[in-house]
């Protein structure tokens, strides 16, 4: 079993970058798919990008296509998600996901992931 642990959210103001981390441990992370994932109050958590395991293929929502960029390093449990050019419409709350299936070629989907860390905020001021 996976356990994922994000880190790297906080306040920004628009137009600024963060960088997110998740760092996996209790399995082989490079066994899985992993994804970003976001939740805004109210909203439904919507996929923002999905890795392949040998991080060739990144599939990305329109939402955020050209600003965030995933990645991932097996050597270091560790998948990242940077976020350039952040917009208010941003602040949410950013969940990593791993899932045993997969390579996939379209923006993340919820039932596709088996493991959820417990998020990180991350709040864009105007």
């Known amino acids: 079993q996976v356990q994922l642990v994000e880190s790297g959210g906080g306040s920004v103001q628009a137009g600024g970058s963060l960088r997110l981390s998740c760092t996996a441990s209790?399995?082989?992370?490079?066994?899985?798919?992993m994804a970003w994932f976001r939740q805004a109050p109210g909203k439904e958590r919507e996929g923002l990008a999905g890795?392949?395991?040998?991080?060739?293929?990144?599939p990305y929502a329109d939402s955020v296509k050209g600003r965030f960029t995933i990645s991932r390093d097996n050597a270091k449990n560790t998948l990242y998600l940077q976020m350039n050019n952040l917009k208010p419409d941003d602040t949410a709350m950013y969940y990593c996901?791993?899932?045993?299936?997969?390579?996939?070629?379209?923006?993340?989907?919820?039932?596709?992931?088996?493991?959820w860390g417990q998020g990180t905020q991350v709040t864009v001021s105007s």
């Open positions: 996901a791993a899932s045993r299936g997969g390579p996939y070629f379209m923006p993340p989907r919820l039932t596709d992931f088996t493991y």
């Open positions: 209790r399995s082989t992370p490079e066994n899985h798919y």
């Open positions: 890795v392949s395991r040998d991080g060739t293929t990144t």
